[in-house]
């Protein structure tokens, strides 16, 4: 069975400090798909990254990145000199089925983690 | 990318009735989902949009309390029948994007809340 564990529930930090938001996941398929999204509070997803269960290359896009360890099963996310703009809650996601666009897709998110930023 | 429009944006009902919701993409998209993000919550699949055929429901959802229509690639209605306080959440729709980058994008959601 396929689970996402996003242990922060909540996380505070002070304008321009660096902050890593944590995600251990479960699956028993050797392929699969990660995911992190963003909600702020207007309530929109913001799809941020996608990743496949093949390529543990960290990532970098501006201030963010992220950082994939199959090893530990974690995929977490980093923001570096976080901004007040950046205060939303972050979703990891997990798909455990290829993206072939046939059959039924799943995103299994976890329990989401609330980062304020304090300018 | 797909842009995606959801009507009505948010909406109060009265227990015992329903309320449909519409999705728009302004693209053609295979996939189309609806999910449920309840107060505080995370998000959590209904079932998966077919187009030509009836929706495939995850465990939980039934299609009495939840039907869906897709009519076309670009549509997709979803009904919250015979409502109650508990159905109070965002119900999102949400679609992949085909092509090398795979990515799901998700509407801006109907906030619904049941008196």
């Known amino acids: 069975a396929q689970k996402v564990t996003q242990a922060q529930t909540e996380i505070s930090v002070v304008e321009k400090e660096d902050v890593t938001l944590d995600c251990v996941y479960e699956t028993r398929d050797t392929t699969y798909y990660l995911f992190w999204y963003k909600q702020p509070p207007s309530g929109e997803l913001v799809f941020l990254i996608r990743?496949?269960?093949?390529?543990?290359q960290n990532e970098i896009s501006g201030r963010y990145s992220w950082n994939f360890q199959k090893s530990t099963s974690s995929f977490n996310f980093t923001i570096t000199a976080s901004q007040v703009v950046d205060s939303a809650v972050y979703f990891c996601?997990?798909?455990?089925?290829?993206?072939?666009?046939?059959?039924?897709?799943?995103?299994?998110f976890g329990t989401g983690t609330r980062l304020t930023v304090i300018p | 990318s797909a842009v995606i429009s959801q009507k009505p944006s948010r909406d109060i009902c009265q227990r015992g009735t329903s309320l449909t919701i519409q999705c728009q993409v302004d693209?053609?998209?295979?996939?189309m989902f609806w999910y449920r993000q309840q107060p505080g919550q995370s998000l959590t699949l209904i079932a998966t949009?077919?187009?030509?055929?009836?929706?495939?429901?995850e465990s939980g959802f039934v299609i009495d309390k939840f039907p869906i229509s897709r009519p076309n690639l670009t549509f997709s209605t979803l009904t919250v029948s015979n409502m109650s306080p508990e159905d109070s959440s965002i119900y999102l729709c949400?679609?992949?994007?085909?092509?090398?980058?795979?990515?799901?994008?998700f509407g801006p959601g109907t906030r619904l809340t049941v008196l």
């Open positions: 990743r496949n269960s093949f390529d543990e």
């Open positions: 996601a997990l798909s455990e089925t290829e993206w072939a666009g046939t059959g039924a897709n799943n995103l299994f």
């Open positions: 949009a077919n187009q030509g055929s009836e929706a495939t429901y």
């Open positions: 949400s679609v992949l994007a085909g092509g090398p980058s795979n990515e799901q994008f």
């Open positions: 693209s053609q998209v295979t996939m």
